[in-house]
């Protein structure tokens, strides 16, 4: 793997000068780190041409097995992703959800990436891994709970070995690693997988987790989506090195993949999980996507970002360029396009359904699962609680206000 | 307050943000530093616009690591500083909790003295704003129990802005705890008025009845409940601490020994929280006043609910309400 030249070296402060706001502080620049980018893993260009290089051809076997019907799954995913997440964007806009992170732009990263995994490895999320929970199984409308604010997670993560999303940056990192480590221990050649964002990389959680890993040479990959923002902080703000370099560091490989090529990312992403099978340690993927939304429903891009930006990840478009291929291909027809719209349609309609009629919460859940083996403090409460509660319902069946209760 | 040519209707975000600004401009030495605080202008807009005024050296966009944020501001103080920092949400201090309080609170003894350290941490905290996990909770109980540490919360847009000036003055740590759902309230503020020690309680409604003790986002509450209670004829005082530590006991202990009785509202959990602390002391200075126990209002032994409970989980006029009457009722 090449290793780029880092950004700008800085003179070092001459003696004495203190920085302040005197304005003589040194500014810290990102010059032309862009025109240094490393090149990408790409499998298809954004016209839908596959790509064959040496540079990709070590990933490419990767993917060698797979089938105009597989590629026709891929597209299936990634559009009925982008459709479950357009409905939880449209349901949040209608106040049926609290809020809502999409996914918009990511898609090949996260079916990519997914559609890798077999049914015994371990996925850690963040909060933005619809894709991945689809090809996991987990059922798109149990995602939505934790949104509407019903509950705080929503499914049960040994159901599909998928773990409940985690909101604090960078925390489920040391979780996987450690899942990992458990797995090693077990001798068992399932993989772990660990999602995060550039801005995450930045979290000592995550320096930590790469320590782990690295020392006890946890069978763990590690999934950075780059998609350029961390809310409103640029990449730069995090890094000076491209992200995927951080490993070197480390001891084990980092790679940088087209994040809106599917295959490219199916393919690394099985590279990866072979090293960890195959009792090789850790990987680091950067997966180089582009959040297309805003970075929740409650964030204003337009504050921080150009239009033109977005305007030219849209060229890049991971579902246009993968139908550009089949088409190309002649491996699908009218048919497969039609009955897919049918599906989207029906899924869109399937969520709005199922999100309107999610109940509110019994308010008796809040003491619900607070300790595994109960506890006195939380039995008191729920009483007083349910006393409290009665005594609304004393006051209207009878028409008298509640006596005193707590003496 | 009276009529003023200085006094203006703000927000009390705006006022914080005006706080910063008049700090920005008095003292080179303060800076601002947190995850989206520049173009952004924080996700609260609490910075709005000040990285445009005072440039990205004074307003900084740090990388996205609590530890880092407060492990670097204690540098920057070591070297004269005094940098402000936001943490995004109350839930998200806890990578820094480490650098708080193993650190930030305890510098100024281990070195006699000799090293002080001017930082202020602001946290929006608290709920009620129908947020995902980690959004709304009230920690604040976690850094009243480390020496070294000064806790303040404003409940209005005037303390907003003073206590904002007094806290980055201060040469000790000062963790500022920002009522999130109170931000959009709007009040007056007098930019030019002197105003009272940073410590000290007040009472913002007199009454004889029974004292209620609140500060940050529940003494809206109290002050509502105080109108509703008025309404069958009970005179309630309320009682806004503004800070949690240091704790004005002497204020409280005034009050109770007027009222007789007590009950203090947060929405942090009761077990171990600040009411506890106060319950104890006052029982102890006030024994022979006290009409009726010390009784809290707060949350529960439980997982800062998901949004659609968060009503049943949070203080509500209703179950202060009802606090009073069985405190009355002694
Ligand atoms: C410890 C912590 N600090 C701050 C936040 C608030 N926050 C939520 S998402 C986010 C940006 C994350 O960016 P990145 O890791 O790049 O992931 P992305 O959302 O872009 O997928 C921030 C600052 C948080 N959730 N956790």
Redesign the pocket.
């Known amino acids: 793997m090449t290793v780029e030249s880092t950004a700008a070296r800085k003179p070092r402060r001459s003696a004495g000068s203190k920085a302040g706001a005197t304005g003589t502080e040194r500014t810290t620049r990102t010059t032309a780190r862009k025109a240094a980018e490393p090149e990408l893993v790409q499998l298809l260009t954004p016209e839908g041409k596959r790509v064959k290089n040496a540079k990709n051809a070590e990933y490419a076997k990767y993917v060698a097995d797979v089938t105009p019907e597989d590629l026709r799954g891929l597209y299936r995913d990634m559009v009925l992703t982008r459709r479950f997440d357009a409905e939880a964007t449209a349901l949040q806009r209608q106040g049926e959800l609290g809020l809502w992170?999409s996914l918009l732009g990511q898609e090949a990263a996260q079916i990519g990436s997914g559609r890798a995994l077999r049914d015994d490895d371990y996925v850690f999320p963040?909060?933005?891994e619809h894709g991945v929970a689809w090809c996991r199984g987990v059922d798109p409308t149990n995602l939505l709970g934790m949104f509407r604010g019903v509950n705080n997670g929503g499914w049960d993560p040994n159901g599909n070995n998928f773990h409940l999303y985690t909101?604090?940056?960078?925390?489920q990192t040391l979780h996987a690693t450690g899942y990992a480590m458990g797995v090693a221990k077990d001798g068992a050649d399932s993989a772990v997988i660990a999602y995060?964002?550039?801005?995450?990389?930045s979290?000592g959680d995550v320096a930590e987790s790469f320590t782990f890993s690295a020392v006890y040479n946890a069978p763990v990959v590690f999934f950075c989506?780059?998609?350029q923002?961390?809310?409103s902080e640029p990449t730069e703000k995090?890094t000076r090195v491209p992200l995927y370099q951080r490993a070197q560091g480390y001891g084990f490989p980092g790679v940088r993949v087209d994040g809106n090529d599917v295959l490219a990312c199916l393919a690394v992403t099985r590279w990866a999980l072979d090293r960890a099978r195959d009792g090789e340690g850790p990987t680091l993927v950067e997966a180089y996507t582009y959040?297309m939304g805003a970075?929740?429903t409650s964030d204003d891009p337009t504050k921080y970002r150009a239009d033109e930006e977005r305007e030219s990840w849209e060229a890049k478009d991971p579902i246009l360029r993968l139908r550009r291929y089949l088409e190309a291909s002649n491996h699908t027809d009218e048919g497969f396009f039609a009955e897919l719209e049918a599906e989207s349609e029906a899924l869109g309609k399937r969520v709005r359904e199922a999100v309107r009629a999610m109940p509110d919460p019994d308010r008796f859940a809040i003491f619900e699962n607070v300790y595994a083996d109960g506890h006195a403090l939380v039995d008191e409460e729920r009483a007083q609680f349910a006393a409290y509660q009665a005594s609304f319902a004393t006051e209207s069946d009878s028409g008298l206000a509640a006596g005193p209760g707590g003496k | 307050m009276a009529e003023s040519v200085t006094a203006k209707n703000l927000a009390l975000a705006k006022a914080i943000n005006e706080s910063l600004r008049r700090a920005l401009e008095t003292d080179p030495k303060v800076l601002i530093m947190g995850?989206?605080v520049g173009k952004l202008g924080g996700v609260f807009r609490v910075t709005d616009g000040l990285q445009k005024d005072f440039g990205e050296s004074r307003v900084i966009d740090t990388p996205?690591a609590?530890s880092g944020i407060v492990g670097t501001a204690i540098g920057l103080a070591l070297r004269g500083y005094r940098p402000v920092v936001e943490i995004?949400?109350d839930?998200?201090v806890?990578?820094a909790y480490d650098q708080i309080v193993t650190q930030l609170a305890k510098m100024h003894a281990r070195s006699l003295g000799k090293v002080k350290l001017p930082v202020v941490v602001r946290i929006p905290y608290g709920g009620g704003i129908g947020a995902v996990e980690?959004h709304s909770e009230s920690p604040e109980a976690l850094f009243a129990h480390v020496s070294g540490l000064k806790i303040v919360s404003p409940s209005n847009a005037s303390d907003a802005y003073w206590m904002m000036q007094q806290a980055i003055q201060s040469d000790d740590p000062v963790i500022f705890f920002e009522p999130k759902r109170r931000y959009w309230d709007k009040g007056e503020v007098d930019t030019e008025a002197i105003p009272g020690p940073l410590h000290k309680a007040q009472v913002v409604r007199e009454g004889t009845d029974l004292t209620l003790v609140a500060y940050g986002p529940m003494v809206k509450l109290c002050q509502e409940v105080a109108a509703a209670a008025a309404e069958e004829g009970k005179n309630l005082e309320v009682l806004d601490l503004r800070s949690v530590s240091p704790l004005d006991f002497d204020s409280i202990q005034a009050s109770v020994e007027k009222t007789r009785r007590l009950v203090v509202v947060h929405e942090a959990p009761v077990f171990f929280g600040s009411g506890a602390e106060i319950a104890a002391r006052i029982t102890e200075r006030c024994f022979y006043h006290l009409e009726a126990p010390v009784l809290r209002v707060g949350g529960y032994h439980a997982p800062y609910p998901p949004a659609r409970l968060e009503e049943e989980y949070l203080p509500g006029l209703d179950r202060v309400l009802d606090a009073v009457d069985r405190a009355l009722a002694y």
Do not use: C
């Open positions: 992170a963040t909060y933005r909101i604090v940056i960078g925390s995060f964002g550039d801005g995450a990389s979290q989506q780059n998609n923002w961390a809310i995090q959040r970075h929740t | 995850e989206d996205l609590e995004q949400f839930g998200f806890f990578p980690h």
